[in-house]
């Protein structure tokens, strides 16, 4: 598939476009950061699963396929919900972009993409949760570290009304972690110094794999005031001290899940193809 041949489109009033935002069908301006641009119209679903991204046209395709794969597959089993996959571009000077819309045009009924100037993964997900109409909205990393065999865990529980988030956690005893000593060094001296100076009873308060219903999204995230990286431990921190109902559940998680040092998930790397690819990968552009 040429991405340059593809058309923006203008889907300003579709299903999944927030009330207070309308889109269009030009690039934006840098310094123009309150302007998504939407791309993809999907149907209104029981959750939207955002990846936000930066500058990944590597691992991007690769990525959301393994993911649409997977929920296709089992949705009637570990994966029982309507899902939409929602990109979201966290102003990427790469292909991100490009690949992003491709991605849509491959999987028009289940992905769509945003796309902001302003960088700040909080900032990203931010936009992408308020802008969904899902009844739960959740976000797992590009690289898909965390066993995405665990999204029935994720986002069940909120959707049966058990929880009002839900986290995968690397530090529980039952968790599967393959990393770096330096790096679980840094998140369990983390984590530690979060449970003793601000007293929240969490294991894991940066795990890339959370889920939170719209309700509590849309009460919660305009207190949230980190736009980067610390977006997720003060939106737990926030939900605790607003007694919200958290589940924290141990998850598998290997380091470079997709660069080719470590074997991917067992059952998820077959089936749906991204566009221009034999296989798993970019699509041509």
Known sequence: MNTA??????????????????????????GEVDS???????????ADIVIPIYNEEVQLADSVSTLCSFLDRHARDLTPFSWNVVIADNASTDASWQIAKSLCDWCPN??????????????VLKQAWLSSRAA?????DVDLSTDIGSTGSLILPLLQGGADIAFGSCLMPQSQVT???K???????????????????????QCGFKAITAQAAHVLLPQVKDNEWFFDTELLVRAQQAGMTMLEFP???????LDGRHPRHSKEGS???????????????
Not at 38 to 45: F, I, L, T
Not at 192 to 201: D, E, F, I, K, W
Request: zero cysteines; aromatic letters at 10%; glycine letters at 12%.
């Open 5 to 30: 041949n593809i058309l923006e489109r203008n889907i300003s009033g579709q299903s999944y476009v927030p009330n207070w935002r309308s889109s269009d069908n030009r690039q934006m301006p840098e």
């Open 110 to 123: 289940q992905v769509r993409a945003l796309q902001l100037a302003r960088k700040g993964r909080g900032y």
């Open 251 to 257: 998850v598998r998680w290997v380091e470079g899940r």
């Open 179 to 181: 990393r770096s000593p």
């Open 271 to 285: 089936g749906r193809h991204a566009p221009g690819q034999g296989g798993y990968g970019g699509p041509s552009g």
């Open 136 to 140: 739960v909205v959740a976000y797992m």
């Open 183 to 205: 790096r679980e060094f840094i998140s369990r001296t983390y984590n530690l110094m979060l449970r003793s100076y601000l007293a929240v009873s969490l294991h894991d308060a």
């Open 36 to 46: 998504p641009i939407y791309y993809g119209s999907p149907e209104p679903v029981d």
